[in-house]
């Protein structure tokens, strides 16, 4: 079992940054994939940035390469994303995920969710 807490969401104002932390309870969490996700109003929920648990790579949508980093504490069980240059279109509420790749669905199954933080870009 994995617990998750999300925190650090806030306003800020275009081209600012925000650092997002996701606490993580349990034992095996350095043996999970830890993932961010967002979901803006009236949007599904899409994936933002991922990193294996070996902390060796890092994937990215294309909507924030270059400006948005994740970076994991394996001893402090916890997981970060870094965000800089923040745009309007940013804004939504973030989810740290925990989850491992299925090797019969070919894809990253993600079975544990954070509750969500409120992250807001202003014009």
């Known amino acids: 079992q994995v ?3 999300e925190s650090g969401g806030g306003l800020v104002q275009a081209g600012g940054s925000l650092r997002l932390s996701c606490a993580a309870s349990g034992r095996t969490f350095s043996s999970y994939t830890m993932g961010w996700f967002r979901q ?5 929920r899409e994936f933002v940035a991922r990193m294996s648990w070996g902390a060796g790579s890092a994937n990215y949508a294309d909507s924030v390469k270059g400006r948005f980093t994740i970076s994991r504490d394996n001893a402090q069980n916890t997981v970060y994303l870094q965000m800089n240059s923040l745009k309007p279109e940013d804004t939504a509420v973030y989810y740290c ?3 491992r790749w299925d090797a019969l669905s070919r894809k990253y199954e993600y079975n544990y969710w954070g509750q969500g933080t409120q992250v807001t870009v202003s014009s």
């Open 40 to 44: 803006a109003p009236g949007k599904e």
């Open 3 to 5: 617990q998750l807490v």
């Open 97 to 99: 995920a925990a989850g």
